[in-house]
């Protein structure tokens, strides 16, 4: 996979607070960025999927008992 390069500006607080933060992680800055940035759109995908899910739940408020959804699918 080719890397690329994104800058970031921060003030040196932030900057400094995010460096020690992970130094004590034992990763380097770029990594814990990467990684907490990847988290936080997985974990917004996911809310906008339930949301989604939600409200066509809401147009159509059917549901099954996992012992229906066994037999519907001839694994009971």
């Known amino acids: 996979m080719l890397e690329a390069t994104m800058t970031v500006r921060l003030d040196e607080g932030e900057k400094t607070l995010i460096a020690d933060y992970a130094r004590t992680l034992g990763t380097s800055a770029s990594q814990l960025m990467r990684r907490c940035t990847l988290e936080r759109?997985?974990?917004e995908?996911?809310?906008e999927a339930y949301r989604a899910a939600k409200a066509e739940f809401?147009?159509?408020p059917v549901s099954y008992s996992n012992d229906e959804v066994l037999h519907?699918?001839?694994l009971s």
């Open 41 to 43: 759109i997985e974990d």
């Open 45 to 47: 995908i996911d809310v």
């Open 58 to 60: 809401d147009k159509s």
């Open 72 to 74: 519907e699918f001839g």
